[in-house]
């Protein structure tokens, strides 16, 4: 193996650290997240800093860049105070991917992009109809990290949209078959194949699969 | 589509609650996180809330369970600062999968799972031999989550050993070719398969395909 220092990395080139480090932490989540601005605008963006925090209460964090650099889903969301968030198929990962471009406040993505907006169970904001997996959520809270300026959204689980023969008997969601995708880095997407599920670990006791 | 509300959802039994919303959010990384108590005793532990902070400073972040929940980890890296991250493979997720069970204190997981420590570039916590993608941290901050008692570790990358040869032109990282593996909720492990890379999206230009 190579040693890579990070005394290294600070002299490499922009874009060749961002694309290094953004692939060093692992696969990754990727979601449309979808909001409406004060003038009623939707948004889209496209996320894959998307982070189950827990079951009880449900919430789940996105990490919104600094503001300078991505206002306009962090705007919204302190405005509307709700949002959606929607898996990626590769359907429509061009589409998706084409989001990620900076288009002024009063651009509606859904229709630059071609994706179709779907208004549902009486919540103001839009899911993207082209997926399969959609949920909604209630802002809870906005953590400013200091660190490097970013935020961490926090929202409540209100809304979940799925194909139900995806649920296996325990509650798990076999997303790979309906083709939700995963991510790396700042720009590539891949699809899954199963492996293993293991039961719960138990010290002293062999491990046992599960089905998926 | 079938609709779940955040109220049928409550209504579940714990465990299948926990798969359903774990699974939600989307594909994850998957490493074991390397850490030494005070006594100098290694711990090894499994962890999916692996996040990309940023780049430059280059920041990652893992989110721990609450303290009673989890403990070892966050004490382990309150007390020495230093902790390393390495990659989950196929070939040994079974032994990655057991250091989730809930050993105590003393116990050293390296030796009960199986796992090879390798201690290397003078840094004080040791990386798994097995792994084919390793980093070094020095912890920066701990934000402690007020809405379910989590704690997001924030780490300053340092060291990393990697494959040169699955470093692209452009720095991205083809973590797929060693092997690297995503997760799905709680307990299920994934291979990938590249299928799209693209260009940075800007407006009013056609999406355009990378190489991987």
Same mark, same amino acid.
């Given at each position: 193996?190579?040693?890579? &220092?990070?005394?290294?990395?600070?002299?490499?080139?922009?874009?060749?650290?961002?694309?290094?480090?953004? @692939?060093?932490? =692992?696969?990754?989540?990727?979601?449309?997240? @979808?909001?409406? +601005? $004060?003038?009623?605008?939707? +948004?889209?963006?496209?996320?894959?800093?998307?982070?189950?925090?827990? @079951?009880? *209460? !449900?919430?789940?964090?996105?990490?919104?860049?600094?503001?300078?650099? $991505?206002? #306009?889903?962090? =705007? +919204?969301?302190?405005?509307?105070?709700?949002?959606?968030?929607? #898996?990626? #198929? $590769? &359907?429509?990962?061009?589409?998706? #991917?084409?989001? $990620?471009?900076?288009?002024?406040?009063?651009?509606?993505?859904?229709?630059?992009? =071609?994706?179709?907006?779907?208004?549902?169970?009486?919540?103001?904001? *839009?899911?993207?109809?082209?997926?399969?997996?959609?949920?909604?959520?209630?802002? @809870?809270?906005?953590?400013?990290?200091?660190?490097?300026?970013?935020?961490?959204?926090?929202?409540?689980?209100?809304?979940?949209?799925?194909?139900?023969?995806?649920?296996?008997?325990?509650?798990?969601? +076999?997303?790979?078959?309906? =083709?939700?995708?995963? &991510?790396?880095?700042?720009? !590539?997407?891949?699809?899954?194949? *199963?492996?293993?599920?293991?039961?719960?670990?138990?010290?002293?006791?062999?491990?046992?699969?599960? *089905?998926?």
């Amino acid at each position: 193996m190579r040693y890579y &220092s990070i005394e290294e990395m600070t002299t490499w080139e922009r874009f060749y650290r961002a694309n290094f480090i953004n @692939s060093l932490s =692992g696969f990754k989540p990727i979601s449309l997240v @979808s909001t409406i +601005n $004060s003038d009623g605008v939707a +948004n889209l963006a496209l996320f894959s800093n998307i982070i189950h925090l827990g @079951s009880d *209460p !449900a919430l789940i964090g996105i990490m919104n860049r600094p503001r300078e650099a $991505s206002p #306009h889903t962090l =705007g +919204n969301i302190e405005s509307n105070g709700h949002y959606t968030i929607n #898996h990626v #198929h $590769s &359907s429509f990962v061009e589409a998706a #991917h084409q989001t $990620s471009a900076k288009y002024a406040r009063e651009v509606n993505e859904y229709v630059e992009v =071609g994706l179709t907006p779907e208004y549902k169970e009486n919540f103001s904001v *839009p899911y993207v109809k082209e997926s399969s997996v959609q949920y909604g959520l209630e802002l @809870s809270e906005i953590i400013p990290i200091k660190a490097n300026d970013t935020f961490l959204i926090i929202g409540k689980l209100k809304h979940v949209f799925l194909e139900e023969s995806t649920v296996s008997h325990d509650g798990f969601i +076999n997303i790979q078959r309906t =083709g939700s995708m995963a &991510s790396l880095g700042m720009n !590539a997407y891949y699809e899954t194949i *199963p492996v293993k599920r293991f039961k719960y670990a138990k010290v002293g006791v062999t491990i046992q699969e599960l *089905p998926f």
